[in-house]
C-alpha cells in the first residue's frame, strides 16, 4: 500500500524516490514485522494464557519436556500477522507473486489451525488425522500449481527445473511438474513442523532460510544479476523479496518470545505455514533443489525420522537413534536444549551459505 500511495509522489517529491527499491521496502518490511512482533507479543501471550490455549506435551517425548506443559501455544497466529501485514504495507500489490506467496503461506496456516484446534479441544496431542492433515496440504500445493501456471504471459511461470553447481542446466517437467511442486510445498511444511521441538529452534532456522531466499529471489528477479550468474531469470519475482523481509522480521520478533525458556510456542498454526512460505519462494524463485541445502538443517530433522521410522519397522523393533527427530536424540544423549538450539542454528547458516555459494560455483 506505502509503494503505491507514496511511490507516485515521487514526481513531486524526489525522496520518495526510494519506494521504487525492492531493497529499501525489503527492508521496511523487515523492521515493521519486527516491531509489530514485539509491540503485540506480550498482550497475545497473555489473551492466550487467558483462553487456557496451553500446549499438550507428548508422553512419548523426553521426560524434561513434562515442565513445558500448558505454555501458551498457537503463536504462529503472530507471526502470520507479523508477516501478511508488513508484506501488504511494502509490497508492490499489482504484483501476483506476492498474493501467491501470501496466499499459500496463510493456506497452510488454516491447516495448521484446525490441527491445533482439535489438539485444545481434544486436551490432547493428536488433532487431525495423518492421512487428512496431508491431503489438505497436498490440495494447498496443487492449488499454488495452477495458480502459478495460470499467471499472465507477462509473468510466464515454466514449469522447469534448475539444477545447482551446473551452467544453464533447466530442465521442462511438463506435467510431472505438479507432483514435483507437491513434494517440494508439502515437504517443506512438514519438515519446519518437525523441526519444531526446541525451544527457538525452528524459527531460528527459518530466519536464516527466509534471509536466503530474499537473496535468491531478489537475483532471479532481476535479469542483469540473473543473467550474469546464470540463474533462471522469473520476471517480477524480485518483488517476492519483501514477503521474504516481512518473514525475517517475524521470525526476529517471535524469537524473542520463543526463546528457551519459551514465552508461547508457534503451533502447527505456525510451523506448517512458514514451512510452505519457504517452499513456496524457493518454487517462485526456481531454486527449489536449492532448498535441499539451504534447509539441510530442515531435511536433516526429517529424513532422522524417515529412517527411524523405516528402520524401525523393518528390523522389528530397533532403533538407529535415541529418539527421533534429531534433536530429541541429542536431548536424550545429555546435551542441553540451549547448547543443541545453538549448534543446530550453526548448522543452518552453514547450510544457507553453502545454498548461496550455488549463485557463483557453476
Known amino acids: 500500500m506505502l509503494y503505491h500511495f507514496l511511490y507516485p509522489l515521487s ?5 520518495f524516490n526510494v519506494f521504487r527499491y525492492i531493497t529499501f521496502r525489503a527492508a521496511g518490511a523487515v523492521v515493521t514485522a519486527l516491531l509489530l512482533s514485539l509491540w503485540l507479543g506480550p498482550g497475545f501471550i ?26 501458551p501455544t498457537m503463536g504462529g497466529l503472530l507471526i502470520l500477522f507479523a508477516v501478511i501485514v508488513p508484506t501488504l504495507l511494502w509490497a508492490n500489490l499489482r504484483n501476483p507473486y ?16 484446525l490441527d491445533d484446534f482439535l489438539k485444545l479441544e481434544r486436551r490432547q496431542n493428536q488433532g487431525l488425522s495423518t492421512s487428512v492433515k496431508l491431503l489438505l496440504q497436498i490440495v494447498v ?6 495458480a502459478v501456471l495460470s499467471l499472465p504471459a507477462d509473468y510466464a511461470f515454466e514449469p522447469t527445473v534448475a539444477l545447482p553447481f551446473l551452467k544453464r542446466a533447466v530442465f521442462n517437467l511438463g506435467v510431472l511438474y505438479f507432483p514435483f511442486l ?19 529452534l525452528a524459527i531460528g532456522a527459518t530466519l536464516v532460510a527466509a534471509a536466503t531466499y530474499a537473496v535468491f529471489t531478489y537475483v532471479a528477479g532481476n535479469s542483469v544479476v540473473a543473467g550474469y550468474l546464470q540463474v533462471p531469470y522469473v520476471r517480477g519475482v524480485g518483488e517476492v523479496s519483501v514477503f521474504c523481509g516481512a518473514l525475517v522480521g517475524a521470525s526476529l520478533g517471535f524469537l524473542w518470545f520463543n526463546s528457551h525458556p519459551a514465552e508461547v510456542f508457534m503451533g502447527d498454526v505456525g510451523s506448517l505455514a512458514i514451512g510452505g512460505a519457504i517452499g513456496t519462494v524457493a518454487v517462485l524463485s526456481k531454486q527449489e533443489v536449492v532448498l535441499l541445502l539451504v534447509g539441510g538443517l530442515f531435511v536433516l530433522e526429517a529424513l532422522s525420522v524417515i529412517f527411524q521410522v523405516g528402520f524401525f519397522k523393518l528390523s522389528g ?5 535415541r529418539m527421533a527427530p534429531l534433536h530429541h536424540h541429542f536431548e536424550l544423549c545429555g546435551w542441553a536444549e540451549p547448547k543443541i538450539i545453538v549448534r543446530f542454528w550453526i548448522l543452518a547458516i552453514l547450510f544457507a551459505l553453502v545454498g ?7
Open 11 to 15: 514526481e513531486q517529491f524526489a525522496a
Open 46 to 71: 497473555r489473551w492466550l494464557r487467558r483462553l487456557s490455549i496451553g500446549q499438550n506435551i507428548r508422553d512419548v517425548g523426553p521426560d524434561q519436556h513434562q515442565v513445558k506443559a500448558g505454555t
Open 356 to 362: 548461496l555459494s550455488t549463485l557463483k560455483l557453476r
Open 317 to 321: 523393533g530397533r532403533r538407529i537413534l
Open 182 to 200: 507437491t513434494v517440494v510445498l508439502v515437504g517443506s511444511s512438514n519438515a519446519v513442523n518437525l523441526t519444531d521441538g526446541l525451544d527457538g
Open 141 to 146: 500445493a496443487v492449488g499454488a500449481g495452477i
Open 98 to 113: 506476492v498474493w501467491i506467496a501470501v496466499g499459500v503461506t496463510s493456506a497452510f496456516g488454516v491447516v495448521g489451525f
